[in-house]
Protein backbone atom coordinates (compact mmCIF):
# COMPACT_ATOMS: atom_id res chain seq x y z
CA UNK A 1 0.00 0.00 0.00
CA UNK A 2 0.79 3.47 -0.64
CA UNK A 3 -0.04 7.10 -0.60
CA UNK A 4 1.01 9.99 -2.76
CA UNK A 5 2.73 13.09 -0.87
CA UNK A 6 -0.52 15.38 -1.83
CA UNK A 7 -2.77 12.89 -0.16
CA UNK A 8 -0.03 12.47 2.51
CA UNK A 9 -0.38 16.62 2.98
CA UNK A 10 -4.07 16.01 2.79
CA UNK A 11 -4.27 13.17 5.58
CA UNK A 12 -1.71 14.66 8.24
CA UNK A 13 -3.83 18.04 7.77
CA UNK A 14 -7.86 16.43 7.76
CA UNK A 15 -6.98 14.53 10.99
CA UNK A 16 -5.01 16.75 13.08
CA UNK A 17 -7.96 19.45 12.83
CA UNK A 18 -10.43 16.72 14.12
CA UNK A 19 -8.08 16.00 16.75
CA UNK A 20 -8.12 19.79 17.53
CA UNK A 21 -5.15 20.81 16.11
CA UNK A 22 -5.01 24.87 14.82
CA UNK A 23 -5.15 25.14 11.16
CA UNK A 24 -2.07 26.97 11.12
CA UNK A 25 -0.20 24.56 13.36
CA UNK A 26 -1.71 21.48 11.07
CA UNK A 27 -0.03 22.96 7.94
CA UNK A 28 3.28 23.19 9.29
CA UNK A 29 3.24 19.94 11.04
CA UNK A 30 1.82 18.32 7.93
CA UNK A 31 4.43 20.00 5.92
CA UNK A 32 7.50 18.72 8.06
CA UNK A 33 6.38 15.41 7.99
CA UNK A 34 5.61 15.03 4.23
CA UNK A 35 9.39 16.59 4.09
CA UNK A 36 11.04 13.74 5.59
CA UNK A 37 8.96 10.72 3.70
CA UNK A 38 9.86 13.45 0.44
CA UNK A 39 13.69 13.40 1.46
CA UNK A 40 13.49 9.66 2.15
CA UNK A 41 13.57 9.98 6.13
CA UNK A 42 10.68 7.30 6.24
CA UNK A 43 12.10 6.96 10.54
CA UNK A 44 10.38 10.09 10.67
CA UNK A 45 7.61 10.82 8.40
CA UNK A 46 4.03 9.67 8.50
CA UNK A 47 5.09 6.21 10.55
CA UNK A 48 6.37 9.12 13.52
CA UNK A 49 2.47 10.40 12.61
CA UNK A 50 0.67 8.58 15.30
CA UNK A 51 3.27 8.86 18.22
CA UNK A 52 1.85 12.87 17.46
CA UNK A 53 -1.85 11.80 17.83
CA UNK A 54 -1.14 9.50 21.41
CA UNK A 55 0.72 13.07 22.62
CA UNK A 56 -2.26 15.33 21.70
CA UNK A 57 -4.26 12.30 23.40
CA UNK A 58 -2.50 12.41 26.33
CA UNK A 59 -2.15 16.40 26.82
CA UNK A 60 1.64 16.15 26.31
CA UNK A 61 1.37 18.82 23.07
CA UNK A 62 -0.84 21.26 23.90
CA UNK A 63 -3.01 22.58 21.51
CA UNK A 64 -4.36 25.57 23.85
CA UNK A 65 -2.22 28.49 24.26
CA UNK A 66 1.44 29.74 22.53
CA UNK A 67 5.32 29.50 22.71
CA UNK A 68 6.55 32.45 24.70
CA UNK A 69 9.84 34.64 24.13
CA UNK A 70 11.19 34.68 27.44
CA UNK A 71 14.05 36.71 27.39
CA UNK A 72 15.86 38.40 23.98
CA UNK A 73 18.75 40.53 22.61
CA UNK A 74 19.34 41.40 19.27
CA UNK A 75 21.09 38.78 18.11
CA UNK A 76 19.70 35.78 20.93
CA UNK A 77 16.29 34.71 22.03
CA UNK A 78 15.02 32.07 24.40
CA UNK A 79 11.94 30.56 23.93
CA UNK A 80 9.53 28.73 25.80
CA UNK A 81 7.86 26.09 23.87
CA UNK A 82 5.04 25.60 26.15
CA UNK A 83 4.38 22.06 25.02
CA UNK A 84 3.02 22.69 21.41
CA UNK A 85 3.45 20.92 18.81
CA UNK A 86 7.63 20.86 18.30
CA UNK A 87 7.18 21.37 14.42
CA UNK A 88 5.38 24.59 15.19
CA UNK A 89 7.50 26.20 18.01
CA UNK A 90 10.93 25.01 16.01
CA UNK A 91 9.46 27.04 12.81
CA UNK A 92 8.60 30.08 14.24
CA UNK A 93 11.88 30.13 16.28
CA UNK A 94 13.90 29.66 13.54
CA UNK A 95 12.25 32.67 11.33
CA UNK A 96 13.06 34.40 14.71
CA UNK A 97 16.66 33.30 14.26
CA UNK A 98 16.69 34.30 10.67
CA UNK A 99 15.11 37.94 11.33
CA UNK A 100 17.99 38.12 13.74
CA UNK A 101 20.97 36.88 11.55
CA UNK A 102 19.48 39.32 8.58
CA UNK A 103 19.98 42.39 10.75
CA UNK A 104 23.59 41.19 13.18
CA UNK A 105 24.80 38.35 11.13
CA UNK A 106 24.31 35.89 13.43
CA UNK A 107 20.85 34.36 15.13
CA UNK A 108 20.86 32.12 17.95
CA UNK A 109 17.73 30.88 19.44
CA UNK A 110 17.38 28.13 22.26
CA UNK A 111 13.97 26.13 22.96
CA UNK A 112 12.68 24.06 25.94
CA UNK A 113 9.75 22.70 27.06
CA UNK A 114 8.77 22.20 23.36
CA UNK A 115 7.96 18.71 21.50
CA UNK A 116 9.35 16.11 19.18
CA UNK A 117 9.92 18.00 15.41
CA UNK A 118 10.37 15.08 13.37
CA UNK A 119 13.52 15.95 10.58
CA UNK A 120 16.35 18.35 12.16
CA UNK A 121 16.80 19.76 8.37
CA UNK A 122 13.49 20.97 7.53
CA UNK A 123 14.54 23.72 9.78
CA UNK A 124 17.92 24.47 8.81
CA UNK A 125 16.65 24.82 5.09
CA UNK A 126 14.65 27.48 6.05
CA UNK A 127 17.73 29.80 6.69
CA UNK A 128 19.82 28.56 3.83
CA UNK A 129 16.50 29.37 1.15
CA UNK A 130 16.93 32.44 2.47
CA UNK A 131 20.72 32.97 1.69
CA UNK A 132 21.96 32.13 5.04
CA UNK A 133 23.43 29.03 7.19
CA UNK A 134 21.20 27.09 9.32
CA UNK A 135 22.49 24.56 12.01
CA UNK A 136 19.65 22.89 13.90
CA UNK A 137 21.06 20.88 17.22
CA UNK A 138 18.62 18.39 19.71
CA UNK A 139 19.06 16.67 22.39
CA UNK A 140 16.41 13.55 22.63
CA UNK A 141 15.63 11.16 25.43
CA UNK A 142 18.16 8.59 26.05
CA UNK A 143 19.03 5.73 23.89
CA UNK A 144 22.66 5.75 23.26
CA UNK A 145 24.82 4.24 25.65
CA UNK A 146 28.17 6.66 26.97
CA UNK A 147 31.43 5.05 25.16
CA UNK A 148 32.58 2.26 27.47
CA UNK A 149 29.45 1.87 29.23
CA UNK A 150 26.33 -0.20 28.69
CA UNK A 151 23.36 1.89 30.40
CA UNK A 152 21.36 4.54 27.74
CA UNK A 153 22.18 7.97 29.39
CA UNK A 154 22.44 10.25 25.77
CA UNK A 155 20.05 10.69 23.03
CA UNK A 156 20.14 10.55 19.31
CA UNK A 157 21.40 13.86 19.33
CA UNK A 158 20.73 14.80 15.75
CA UNK A 159 22.63 17.80 13.92
CA UNK A 160 21.84 19.51 10.82
CA UNK A 161 23.62 21.80 8.54
CA UNK A 162 21.93 23.41 5.39
CA UNK A 163 24.40 25.71 3.29
CA UNK A 164 22.95 28.15 0.50
CA UNK A 165 23.98 27.72 -3.29
CA UNK A 166 23.45 29.76 -6.00
CA UNK A 167 23.03 26.44 -8.74
CA UNK A 168 19.68 25.24 -8.62
CA UNK A 169 21.06 21.81 -9.01
CA UNK A 170 22.60 21.58 -5.63
CA UNK A 171 20.55 21.42 -2.10
CA UNK A 172 23.51 21.10 0.56
CA UNK A 173 22.52 19.76 3.74
CA UNK A 174 23.62 17.34 6.06
CA UNK A 175 20.89 16.08 8.43
CA UNK A 176 21.80 13.32 11.14
CA UNK A 177 21.81 11.25 14.27
CA UNK A 178 24.65 11.49 16.20
CA UNK A 179 23.44 7.40 16.82
CA UNK A 180 24.55 5.31 13.75
CA UNK A 181 20.94 5.37 12.90
CA UNK A 182 18.08 7.31 14.34
CA UNK A 183 15.54 5.45 17.23
CA UNK A 184 12.87 5.57 14.52
CA UNK A 185 15.00 3.11 12.32
CA UNK A 186 14.37 0.73 15.68
CA UNK A 187 10.51 2.29 16.18
CA UNK A 188 10.24 1.27 12.51
CA UNK A 189 11.88 -2.23 12.06
CA UNK A 190 9.64 -2.95 15.61
CA UNK A 191 6.41 -2.04 13.94
CA UNK A 192 7.18 -3.72 10.84
CA UNK A 193 8.36 -7.04 12.87
CA UNK A 194 11.71 -6.98 11.01
CA UNK A 195 15.47 -7.19 12.11
CA UNK A 196 18.09 -4.28 12.72
CA UNK A 197 21.16 -4.52 10.87
CA UNK A 198 24.07 -5.86 12.91
CA UNK A 199 26.10 -3.35 14.46
CA UNK A 200 23.70 -1.14 15.00
CA UNK A 201 22.48 -1.49 18.78
CA UNK A 202 23.17 -3.45 22.38
CA UNK A 203 20.77 -5.02 24.48
CA UNK A 204 20.57 -3.94 27.97
CA UNK A 205 23.58 -6.32 28.81
CA UNK A 206 25.53 -4.55 26.14
CA UNK A 207 25.32 -7.60 24.22
CA UNK A 208 25.19 -6.85 20.04
CA UNK A 209 21.45 -7.46 19.06
CA UNK A 210 19.71 -7.33 15.65
CA UNK A 211 16.40 -7.46 17.64
CA UNK A 212 14.71 -3.84 17.51
CA UNK A 213 12.60 -3.94 20.50
CA UNK A 214 16.11 -5.28 22.63
CA UNK A 215 17.67 -2.50 20.71
CA UNK A 216 15.05 0.03 22.16
CA UNK A 217 15.57 -1.67 25.75
CA UNK A 218 19.47 -0.91 25.35
CA UNK A 219 20.96 1.11 23.05
CA UNK A 220 21.72 2.20 20.08
CA UNK A 221 25.57 2.88 19.10
CA UNK A 222 27.16 5.99 18.06
CA UNK A 223 28.07 6.90 14.77
CA UNK A 224 31.77 6.87 14.58
CA UNK A 225 33.05 5.36 17.62
CA UNK A 226 34.05 7.96 20.37
CA UNK A 227 34.16 10.84 17.57
CA UNK A 228 30.06 10.13 17.07
CA UNK A 229 29.24 9.40 21.09
CA UNK A 230 31.68 13.04 21.75
CA UNK A 231 29.60 14.75 19.56
CA UNK A 232 26.45 13.51 21.17
CA UNK A 233 28.33 14.64 24.52
CA UNK A 234 28.68 17.87 23.68
CA UNK A 235 25.17 18.43 21.27
CA UNK A 236 23.45 16.91 25.25
CA UNK A 237 25.01 19.88 27.06
CA UNK A 238 24.26 22.34 24.12
CA UNK A 239 20.52 21.91 23.44
CA UNK A 240 20.31 20.82 27.24
CA UNK A 241 21.61 23.19 29.96
CA UNK A 242 22.51 25.98 27.72
CA UNK A 243 18.24 26.22 26.56
CA UNK A 244 16.93 25.60 30.07
CA UNK A 245 16.42 22.23 28.88
CA UNK A 246 16.75 18.66 30.27
CA UNK A 247 20.27 16.51 30.28
CA UNK A 248 20.57 12.72 29.94
CA UNK A 249 18.43 10.65 31.59
CA UNK A 250 16.46 13.62 32.33
CA UNK A 251 15.42 14.17 29.12
CA UNK A 252 11.79 12.61 28.26
CA UNK A 253 8.97 12.56 25.50
CA UNK A 254 10.79 12.38 22.78
CA UNK A 255 9.65 9.29 21.84
CA UNK A 256 7.12 8.41 24.44
CA UNK A 257 4.04 10.11 24.10
CA UNK A 258 2.28 9.77 27.27
CA UNK A 259 5.12 11.95 29.17
CA UNK A 260 6.07 15.61 29.14
CA UNK A 261 9.01 16.78 26.81
CA UNK A 262 11.88 17.95 28.67
CA UNK A 263 14.24 18.05 25.61
CA UNK A 264 15.96 21.58 23.98
CA UNK A 265 17.12 22.63 20.98
CA UNK A 266 19.70 24.85 19.61
CA UNK A 267 19.18 27.16 16.61
CA UNK A 268 22.25 28.98 15.36
CA UNK A 269 22.15 30.75 11.66
CA UNK A 270 25.13 32.54 10.31
CA UNK A 271 24.62 35.12 7.61
CA UNK A 272 27.11 35.17 4.91
CA UNK A 273 26.78 38.89 4.06
CA UNK A 274 28.25 39.92 7.09
CA UNK A 275 31.13 37.81 6.94
CA UNK A 276 32.98 37.07 3.26
CA UNK A 277 29.66 38.35 1.84
CA UNK A 278 26.85 35.82 0.23
CA UNK A 279 27.90 36.42 -2.96
CA UNK A 280 31.07 35.08 -2.36
CA UNK A 281 30.33 32.75 -0.16
CA UNK A 282 28.04 30.79 -2.26
CA UNK A 283 30.51 31.54 -5.69
CA UNK A 284 32.92 29.11 -3.70
CA UNK A 285 30.69 26.58 -2.03
CA UNK A 286 29.30 26.44 -5.92
CA UNK A 287 33.13 25.64 -6.82
CA UNK A 288 33.77 23.47 -4.26
CA UNK A 289 30.51 21.42 -4.97
CA UNK A 290 31.90 21.29 -8.67
CA UNK A 291 35.65 20.04 -7.81
CA UNK A 292 33.65 17.28 -5.68
CA UNK A 293 31.51 15.98 -8.89
CA UNK A 294 34.73 15.70 -10.82
CA UNK A 295 35.91 13.41 -8.73
CA UNK A 296 32.42 11.43 -8.63
CA UNK A 297 32.17 12.79 -5.20
CA UNK A 298 28.68 12.47 -3.16
CA UNK A 299 27.17 15.89 -2.26
CA UNK A 300 25.93 16.04 1.84
CA UNK A 301 21.99 16.64 0.32
CA UNK A 302 22.54 14.28 -2.66
CA UNK A 303 21.09 11.13 -1.16
CA UNK A 304 17.97 13.95 0.18
CA UNK A 305 17.89 14.94 -4.37
CA UNK A 306 17.32 11.68 -5.20
CA UNK A 307 15.15 10.85 -2.65
CA UNK A 308 12.55 13.54 -3.69
CA UNK A 309 12.29 12.44 -7.27
CA UNK A 310 11.72 8.62 -6.14
CA UNK A 311 9.10 9.50 -3.73
CA UNK A 312 7.37 12.23 -6.37
CA UNK A 313 7.02 9.28 -8.92
CA UNK A 314 6.33 6.05 -6.78
CA UNK A 315 4.44 7.73 -3.34
CA UNK A 316 5.58 7.18 0.18
CA UNK A 317 4.88 3.11 1.23
CA UNK A 318 2.43 2.72 4.39
CA UNK A 319 3.08 -0.83 5.35
CA UNK A 320 0.03 -2.49 7.01
CA UNK A 321 0.60 -1.89 11.14
CA UNK A 322 0.99 1.66 10.03
CA UNK A 323 -2.17 2.04 8.32
CA UNK A 324 -3.89 -0.26 10.63
CA UNK A 325 -2.92 2.86 13.36
CA UNK A 326 -4.14 5.40 11.08
CA UNK A 327 -7.42 3.89 10.53
CA UNK A 328 -7.76 3.37 14.02
CA UNK A 329 -6.84 7.02 14.73
CA UNK A 330 -9.33 8.24 12.13
CA UNK A 331 -12.22 6.45 13.42
CA UNK A 332 -11.95 7.53 16.69
CA UNK A 333 -12.81 11.11 15.39
CA UNK A 334 -15.32 9.44 13.08
CA UNK A 335 -13.13 9.71 9.83
CA UNK A 336 -12.45 7.82 6.83
CA UNK A 337 -9.15 8.07 5.50
CA UNK A 338 -9.08 5.12 2.80
CA UNK A 339 -9.25 7.03 -0.17
CA UNK A 340 -5.91 9.00 0.34
CA UNK A 341 -4.51 5.01 -0.02
CA UNK A 342 -3.31 3.35 -3.02
CA UNK A 343 -2.59 -0.39 -3.38
N1 LIG B 1 13.72 14.96 16.12
C1 LIG B 1 14.66 14.23 16.70
O1 LIG B 1 14.72 14.20 17.91
C2 LIG B 1 15.63 13.45 15.88
C3 LIG B 1 16.62 12.67 16.50
C4 LIG B 1 17.51 11.94 15.72
C5 LIG B 1 17.40 11.98 14.34
N2 LIG B 1 16.43 12.74 13.77
C6 LIG B 1 16.26 12.79 12.32
O2 LIG B 1 16.34 11.48 11.79
C7 LIG B 1 16.68 11.57 10.43
C8 LIG B 1 17.55 10.40 10.11
O3 LIG B 1 18.82 10.48 10.74
P1 LIG B 1 19.93 9.37 10.43
O4 LIG B 1 21.19 9.76 11.06
O5 LIG B 1 19.36 8.03 10.73
O6 LIG B 1 20.03 9.53 8.84
P2 LIG B 1 20.91 8.73 7.81
O7 LIG B 1 21.99 7.95 8.48
O8 LIG B 1 19.99 8.00 6.91
O9 LIG B 1 21.59 9.91 6.97
C9 LIG B 1 22.35 10.93 7.60
C10 LIG B 1 22.82 11.94 6.57
O10 LIG B 1 23.80 11.35 5.73
C11 LIG B 1 23.38 11.35 4.37
N3 LIG B 1 23.79 10.08 3.80
C12 LIG B 1 23.84 8.88 4.44
N4 LIG B 1 24.30 7.95 3.62
C13 LIG B 1 24.52 8.53 2.43
C14 LIG B 1 25.01 8.08 1.18
N5 LIG B 1 25.34 6.82 0.98
N6 LIG B 1 25.10 8.97 0.18
C15 LIG B 1 24.77 10.25 0.37
N7 LIG B 1 24.31 10.75 1.55
C16 LIG B 1 24.20 9.90 2.55
C17 LIG B 1 21.86 11.50 4.45
O11 LIG B 1 21.35 12.01 3.26
C18 LIG B 1 21.74 12.43 5.62
O12 LIG B 1 21.99 13.79 5.29
C19 LIG B 1 17.25 12.97 10.22
O13 LIG B 1 16.31 13.73 9.51
C20 LIG B 1 17.38 13.52 11.64
O14 LIG B 1 17.17 14.92 11.76
C21 LIG B 1 15.57 13.48 14.51
Same mark, same amino acid.
Given at each position: MKISIDNERKLIEEMLIAYGVKQNEANIVAEVITDGDLKGFSTHG %? *???PQYIKSIQAG #??? %?EGDYEIEKETAATAMIN *????FGHYVTVKAMDLAVKKASECGVGIVGIHDSNHYGIAGFYADLASVQDMIGIVISNTEPAMAP?? *??? !?? %? *?TNPITISIPTDDIHNYICVDMA #??? #? !?RGKLLESKRKGEPIPEGMALDKDGKPTTDPEAGLEGSILPFGGFKGYALAFMFELLAGPLVSAACGEEVQGTATPDVMCTKGDLLIVINPEHFAGSMQFKFYVDQFVREIREENGVIPGDREIENMNITMENGVPVDEALHQQLTEMAQEKGLDIQSYFEE
Open positions: %L *GRF #TIK %L *GNHKFG *GKK !AL %L *G #TSI #T !A
